[in-house]
């Protein structure tokens, strides 16, 4: 999810951070939202905003000027009509269908603000626009509306407002039907007026339906300028007799502070929340919707986070890595050669996003690898989806594929798609331990959530299907945490993350790397706290203690009164995305980090120890820490420590600790481990 450090330039912004905690427990409502569109959301693919549109054709009638005085007052219907009489009815019409028609959205594969709009919204929209931007990427995400109407069709959409139906409302009209656009102010007072005054009509279909949508639930204006207009107006009048319900908009902040005044008083008298981004750094709101999209995926159940990918702002210097290609951090762990997980399979869970295949043929023929065997299973209905952004989901499911398969490109990648819940959680786990067909040796899973938002029966029923795992001779690798000491929650304790807590999985901790020459230079644990995310760690407060960790040095919980738990992680590796993985996600080459990216490095590593011993090592957790840790099969991470915000956390040390576990692999001495253990078993 968008991380808290991704966010801090919004929510420094006056109120911000407020609002958006509002908006989203009302997303979380069963009723949530209604978003308004406005011709932000179309501009990326091309087509023009409605002044843009006006000047183009003042140009064409030579009356720029008189037509720029009216836009610059907001007289926007005034400026319509006086180019609908000078140009006359059908050029002016011929000109909106040309500007708005889909030969612009031929072939498009949809990004950025308006993809997670589709997969964000679950009821009706509304919007200005007459292109067809909201119906084309909505279908490509699968949500295709029950309804799109205008014009006389309004009585369509009150019923279908009625029953919550999903429908787009285009208040204005659509690119393919002239007939019954609303354009001039004659048309404006046409749809929205009695005919002896210039007062809004609510007795007429078009006001009475906005003023329905109003009261029933809060709107959320996207890519609007929410100047004066007829829109509005009935907002005005709305929020004259009733305020109980307040709106919300994402809007570019003014550059000059008594514009920012004004605008925010205006906005306050309509009952509107706003969302400020800076000025003229639009690409806020694709990161903002991602936030609103994963902060409320889940309305019934306790949202699963993922443990977000976070791109890296560094830069290279000459003679140090900055960041690392998945082949070279498998050169710098001493990843054993002649081997690539062929025999195996490894199942990812994903409870969110999708894969794009052209991409990934993309990445793994940059590296010479061939693109690994991956196939896609539904869990609860859930499927490959992408969301095409970069910020969203995708790059936790990009990064599972690319990581993992980088590692042992011959092994088949199994990705099981669940809902984002508790149950679709549990379901996906379910599917991948009892999997007859694709018979993973190796699950990987970077989401998770703080212990003490699971709840104790949730956390158990999970384990059990860990243990299921175990008993299967399946090894199951979990990030541990993204966020230090605190994992997230804001209480001034000390918390660690689930599932990676469990016992029966091998949590996977976080490191910073430096190498030099194609050695490491150093390593220590991962905390950029001022940057941006620190390795989870410390004692769980759910799982006692294990026996096999009792000799281990496992120390007290730094949460006074707390009891002897599982200590974690287990291992670790590079996460730190200030020295991140280079990965490509939707099109874009990023650097990323995270303990996300840990586990499915450990789990492409168990691959291919798995191949080189003819058997799977399972679930080793018990011999990790009676045998292969103490015989200094690791490097050890003593430098550094997790604390997060205000919780001090734990230091690492040699040894085990809680920070990095029992350390860094060195990949080729830990598969010597293996084979020793099991010659010695057979003697």
């Not at 407020?18 to 069963?30: A, K, S």
Request: with cysteine; net charge neutral.
């Amino acid at each position: 999810m968008a991380s808290p450090t991704r966010l801090s330039p919004i929510t420094k912004i006056q109120d911000n951070e407020d609002n958006l905690r509002l908006l989203v427990e009302q997303l979380r409502t069963p009723l949530g939202v209604i978003p308004f569109v406005g011709a932000g959301l179309s501009i990326p693919f091309g087509f023009p905003s409605w002044s843009e549109f006006l000047t183009t054709q003042a140009d064409k009638a030579s009356i720029r000027e008189r037509v720029e005085q009216h836009l610059k007052s907001g007289e926007y219907e005034e400026a319509a009509e006086i180019l609908l009489k000078k140009r006359g009815y059908r050029a002016f019409h011929d000109a909106i269908d040309n500007s708005f028609s889909d030969r612009k959205l031929a072939d498009v594969r949809f990004r950025g603000a308006i993809s997670i709009l589709a997969h964000l919204a679950a009821g009706p929209v509304i919007t200005t626009n007459f292109d067809h931007v909201i119906e084309t990427a909505f279908k490509q995400a699968d949500n295709e509306f029950q309804h799109v109407v205008w014009g006389v069709k309004a009585d369509l959409a009150t019923k279908a407002l009625q029953q919550n139906r999903r429908f787009l409302l285009k208040i204005h009209g659509d690119s393919e039907d002239s007939t019954e656009r609303i354009l001039t102010k004659s048309d404006y007072e046409a749809q929205y007026c009695s005919p002896s005054t210039s007062q809004i009509d609510f007795a007429r279909p078009l006001p009475r339906l906005l003023r329905q949508m109003l009261v029933s639930r809060p709107l959320l204006f996207l890519g609007c300028s929410l100047k004066q207009d007829r829109t509005v107006a009935v907002l005005e009048d709305v929020v004259q007799n009733d305020r109980s319900i307040a709106h919300y908009s994402v809007l570019e902040r003014p550059p000059s502070p008594e514009e920012f005044l004004e605008r925010s008083r205006f906005l306050s008298e309509h009952n509107i929340r706003p969302i400020w981004y800076p000025y003229g750094e639009h690409h806020w709101l694709e990161t903002i919707l991602t936030h609103l999209l994963e902060a409320t995926a889940t309305k019934s159940e306790p949202r699963i986070v993922k443990r977000t990918p976070s791109r890296s702002s560094a830069k290279r210097r000459s003679g140090r890595n900055e960041s690392f290609t998945v082949l070279q951090l498998a050169q710098l762990y001493n990843f054993p050669d002649g081997l690539d997980g062929k025999g195996q399979c490894v199942a990812l869970i994903e409870l969110g996003g999708g894969y794009d295949t052209h991409d990934l043929e993309t990445y793994f023929s940059t590296l010479r690898l061939p693109l690994p065997r991956i196939s896609s299973v539904s869990v609860a209905g859930a499927k490959n989806k992408p969301t095409k952004s970069p910020n969203g989901p995708d790059a936790q499911v990009m990064m599972d594929i690319e990581v993992c398969g980088t590692i042992a490109p011959r092994a088949e990648i199994a990705v099981y798609f669940a809902p984002n819940t508790n149950q679709g959680f549990l379901e996906a786990i379910h599917a991948a331990v009892s999997d007859d067909v694709h018979r993973p040796s190796v699950i990987s899973i970077s989401w998770g959530g703080p212990e003490s938002g699971w709840g104790a029966k949730a956390m158990d029923a999970m384990d059990r299907e860990f243990q299921s795992a175990a008993a299967a001779g399946i090894t199951v690798c979990c990030a541990a945490g993204d966020l230090g000491s605190h994992d997230g929650v804001q209480d001034g304790r000390a918390h660690v993350d689930f599932p990676a807590s469990s016992p029966h999985v091998l949590a996977c901790g976080g490191t910073r790397l430096t190498a030099s020459g194609g050695m490491v230079t150093k390593e220590v644990v991962w905390n950029d706290s001022g940057l941006g995310g620190a390795s989870g760690g410390g004692i769980s407060e759910h799982f006692p203690m294990p026996t096999w960790q009792s000799g281990t040095n496992v120390p007290r919980s730094v949460n006074p009164g707390a009891p002897i738990g599982r200590g974690l992680p287990d291992v670790a590796a590079n996460a730190s995305p200030a020295c991140g993985y280079q990965l490509l996600v939707d099109g874009q080459r990023v650097v990323m980090g995270g303990t996300a990216a840990v586990a499915p490095l450990w789990a492409g590593l168990i691959a291919r120890i798995n191949q080189g011993l003819g058997r799977r090592v399972g679930y080793f957790n018990p011999t990790l820490y009676t045998r292969i840790g103490p015989a200094g099969v690791f490097r050890e991470i003593v430098d550094g420590n997790n604390s997060a915000g205000d919780v001090v956390g734990y230091q690492a040390g040699p040894g085990w600790n809680p920070c990095a576990g029992w350390g860094a692999p060195d990949g080729t001495h830990l598969l010597m481990a293996f084979r020793l253990l099991g010659d010695s078993r057979k003697s």
